[in-house]
């Protein structure tokens, strides 16, 4: 927070299956206090075949297939 405040702009990044909802918003929400833009939200290290199941038609239900070309 106190770093942020001499950001020209934010990126969040967040843990995927981690990181609890309750967290982010808070997380947010205080960032958003600090009146710096937020630039946008990364979402790390996604389980793509877990993610394929919710249907929501992105780039995890295409490419489920190879998520091995997605890991380290």
């Known amino acids: ?3 942020a405040k001499y950001a020209e702009s934010i990126m969040f990044v967040v843990q ?3 990181t609890a909802k309750g967290i982010v918003k808070t997380a947010v929400k205080q960032l ?5 833009p937020l630039a946008g939200a ?3 290290q996604v389980d ?4 394929r199941g919710y249907g929501y ?9 190879k998520s091995n070309y997605y890991t380290n």
């Open 32 to 36: 958003q206090q600090t009146g710096v």
């Open 48 to 51: 793509v075949k877990r993610h």
């Open 16 to 18: 995927w299956a981690s």
């Open 57 to 65: 038609g992105d780039q995890g239900y295409y490419y489920g297939g």
């Open 1 to 3: 927070m106190i770093i």
């Open 42 to 44: 990364v979402l790390t």
